[in-house]
């Protein structure tokens, strides 16, 4: 059990890495933090940092077989767990957009950080229109922006973006941190 919960730990923490990678990588760190719609970075760090110590401890008990390390790995599981819940709940959805893209200011209502195909299928809304029309500088990154992104090879198929498969990365790393969970806690118990 103790090998099957570390192979649970080393994938969540693997799709974990992957993404506070993908958020420090996206100006994450650096973004302002609005009302209440961000959590400090202290936070996604500290459930980084608590997961590793504890996948550390988990380690050791997988080496030296104490069962005491393994309560202690299952026990230092749940702020870990506290903490990612707290970031789903609080926490901009994943994936973070670019720095740029608080949803105000320049950005058009973050409509310049958008795929094109969402900005001419309906995310640009007459408001947005109208307030990049009335700035020369917004109504010309609005139209680099939108011809950047559009293909102009009508004989090549558009491209499908990924991005309506970006839930499901933590999604399985919130499923994977739960299976990690409830092994140690059912191998901590078994531990003699």
């Known amino acids: 059990m103790g090998i099957a919960t570390l192979a649970s730990w080393l994938l969540t923490a693997a799709i974990g890495a992957y993404m ?29 940092g608590l997961a590793l110590t504890g996948l550390a401890v988990w380690i050791s008990y997988v080496v030296s077989g104490l069962a005491a390390l393994a309560w202690c790995g299952a026990c230092m599981l749940m702020p870990v767990i506290g903490l990612g819940a707290a970031m789903v709940t609080v926490w901009t959805p ?23 195909e969402d900005a001419v299928a309906g995310r640009l809304t007459d408001e947005v229109f109208a307030r990049a029309l009335t700035d020369e500088a917004l109504a010309r ?12 090879d009508p004989s090549r ?23 990690t969970f409830l092994l140690a806690v059912v191998t901590a118990v078994s531990a003699r």
């Open 157 to 179: 198929p558009a491209r499908k973006h990924r991005e309506h498969l970006a839930p499901l990365i933590p999604a399985g790393h919130g499923a994977a941190a739960l299976t």
């Open 20 to 48: 506070l990678r993908t958020w420090i990588v996206r100006g994450g760190p650096r973004m302002r933090r609005a009302a209440g719609d961000r959590l400090p970075p202290i936070v996604v760090y500290g459930h980084a």
């Open 94 to 116: 994943y994936p973070v957009l670019g720095a740029g893209s608080s949803g105000g200011g320049t950005d058009v209502g973050g409509i310049l950080t958008a795929p094109a």
């Open 141 to 152: 990154r609005l139209t680099d922006e939108v011809l950047a992104r559009v293909s102009f």
